[in-house]
């Protein structure tokens, strides 16, 4: 999943090595044809290799794909596992079985349990889960209370829904509904590497990191995510932590210091979220399509929604949405500006390279 130094890449060539199909793709310089790193031809001579990190670069380039490791098509997902997906789909709230998977799709538990989580990222507990949470976030607008939409979605038990909710929102659901009103954030703004620079926190973490071009558009930016929470300017008594935390993700901008692991307070839907948490799973140098992001959420026909809850992440930097890219290796979309998405992933591919 990483972006492979040259070195890695001819590695995985010589190995014939899958992981890295999608990720790159090698041409031979004397057939014009380019291949999978996992292609079962003949190899080339390494100086005649050359590396695209997306067919359509391998293509402008003027190279033709392989017509036996065909590095157009997309690898097939196995049928039964989608349908095992569906049926969790459609069944979310009843309490399922491994056994119950498995007789519906005809492959054994332990196949079952492995191939699906091999195939979309996920258990297909986890999976449920997931479905079930999102069901029960897009309830909690529509419906008048929370306990009704608790039992709405499906849920048991409301003190049960509490814990689990409470822990994959950041917040209790009650918090959620009244849009964050009562609650105190302090802001502080400092000039970085990519311009002004502004960090929000809750007592329980940082809520927003964002670039503008002027402070008074960072703040009435930061009014708009928040608009019913009272926003007080930091002074350093009253967030002391966030003074530093804005130090240290300054000192990462500007002097290439390690990427501050500071607590985060994500607000968000439940799909919002897991792309969230899925994002935060991306290391410094190593940057995943949208489609890689959506297969690994085990959702892979999600990757508009996928790529628009990138587009909604509220803490820039701290949570990597610009290491995610469009699938034929173009920068894709960066709320603060593609100018800024750049200089990161460059400041990033060169710390990599500086440390391997
Ligand atoms: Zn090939």
């Known amino acids: 999943m990483s972006l492979p130094s040259e070195a890695q890449m001819r590695a995985a060539i010589s190995a014939r090595d899958p992981s890295l199909d999608g990720v790159f793709v090698y041409a031979v310089l004397t057939t014009g044809v380019f ?42 997902l196995d049928t039964r596992l989608v349908d095992v997906a569906r049926h969790i789909d459609a069944h979310a709230d009843a309490p399922l079985t491994l056994a119950e998977l498995s007789a519906v799709s005809g492959l054994s538990t332990r196949t079952l349990q492995r191939g699906f989580t091999q195939a979309f990222g996920i258990s297909p507990k986890t999976y449920r889960n997931a479905v079930r949470m999102r069901r029960y976030k897009q309830q909690l607008k529509d419906a008048d209370t929370v306990t009704e939409a608790i039992f709405a979605a499906g849920f048991g038990s409301t003190s049960r829904v509490y814990g689990e909710t409470t822990r994959s929102l950041g917040m209790t659901p009650g918090t959620y509904r009244a849009g964050g009103a009562g609650e105190t ?57 966030l003074d530093a935390w804005i130090q240290a993700l300054e000192q990462h901008l500007g002097a290439g ?37 959506a297969e690994r959420l ?24 610009h290491r995610v890219l469009r699938s034929d290796g173009s920068l894709g979309g960066y709320r603060w500006g593609l100018e800024r998405k750049r200089q990161l992933l460059e400041t990033e591919r060169k710390h990599q390279h500086g440390a391997s």
């Not at 292609?39 to 190279?63: K, Q, T, V, W």
């Not at 968000?268 to 949208?290: A, H």
């Not at 085990?298 to 949405?321: K, Q, T």
């Open 35 to 76: 291949c999978r790193p996992s292609c079962a031809s003949r190899h080339a001579r390494p100086e005649n290799l050359r590396f695209f990190l997306g067919i359509d670069a391998a293509m402008a380039a003027g190279y033709r794909p392989c017509k036996r490791c065909r590095p157009t098509e997309t690898v097939a």
């Open 185 to 241: 954030i302090a802001y502080a703004c400092r000039q970085s590497a990519l311009g002004p620079l502004m960090m929000a926190a809750t007592d329980k973490g940082v809520c927003c990191v964002q670039f503008g071009d002027h402070e008074y558009a960072l703040l009435g930016a930061l009014r708009d995510e928040f608009p019913r929470a009272e926003l007080v300017s930091s002074s350093a008594q009253h967030a002391p932590e």
């Open 257 to 293: 210091g390690p990427r501050p692991d500071l607590p985060l307070e994500m607000r968000g839907t439940v799909f919002q979220m897991q792309v969230w948490q899925c994002l935060l799973s991306i290391r410094e140098g190593e940057v995943l399509s949208y489609r890689q992001l």
């Open 298 to 321: 085990g959702m892979p026909s999600a990757i508009r929604a996928v790529a628009s809850a990138c587009g909604r992440n509220r803490i820039g930097v701290l949570i990597p949405c």
